[in-house]
């Protein structure tokens, strides 16, 4: 296993931590305190997304296994932590609802485009998105200010780069 595919895999690891941070309250620790390791947490599990990606176009190290656990670790921890917030009371659970929906579909989409041998690189947007999704959770984990106003401008992006998925694979199949 290379090292962009351990770090991918880290995530996955991350995922069900940071779950469990959001989730139980620890008698005789203040609730800031959870937010502090969870947002420490979910911090070095996005870090690692950057760093896979780059050390394996970087180094040539993209791999099959890369392609598939690198997606799937991004869904285990946004899923953790969307779902995590929504128990918390953190998040409107239509936004998180619509979110999730686009992820799930989005990447069954791409298996499709993959069988049909379409480019499922992601866009510009899409790595917006991924960004916007990542910095929201982060605000919303610690309640900091405009953590609401960077789930909704992740939301817009979420929905216009899954548009451009399906606008790809319309394009393509022409």
């Known amino acids: 296993m290379n090292l962009p595919n351990a770090l991918a895999f880290l995530r996955i690891?991350?995922?069900p931590l940071l779950f469990f941070l959001l989730t139980h309250s620890f008698e005789g620790i203040h609730q800031s305190w959870i937010n502090y390791f969870a947002a420490l947490t979910f911090s070095l599990a996005a870090l690692s997304d950057f760093f896979d990606g780059y050390i394996a176009r970087t180094w040539e190290q993209i791999t099959k296994l890369g392609?598939?656990?690198d997606p799937l670790a991004d869904k285990m921890l946004i899923l953790a932590a969307f779902i995590g917030l929504l128990i918390m009371g953190r998040v409107n659970e239509w936004i998180i609802y619509i979110i999730?929906?686009?992820e799930f579909f989005i990447t069954g989409f791409r298996v499709v485009m993959i069988s049909e041998n379409l480019d499922i690189s992601a866009s510009f947007a899409g790595k917006l998105k991924t960004g916007f999704q990542m910095v929201?959770?982060?605000f919303l984990i610690m309640e900091?200010?405009?953590a609401q106003i960077l789930l909704y401008i992740a939301l817009i992006l979420t929905l216009y780069s899954g548009y451009e998925y399906i606008y790809a694979y319309i394009k393509g199949k022409k």
């Open 100 to 102: 999730l929906v686009r």
């Open 13 to 15: 690891v991350f995922a």
């Open 136 to 138: 929201a959770i982060g």
């Open 144 to 146: 900091w200010p405009f």
């Open 67 to 69: 392609s598939i656990l």
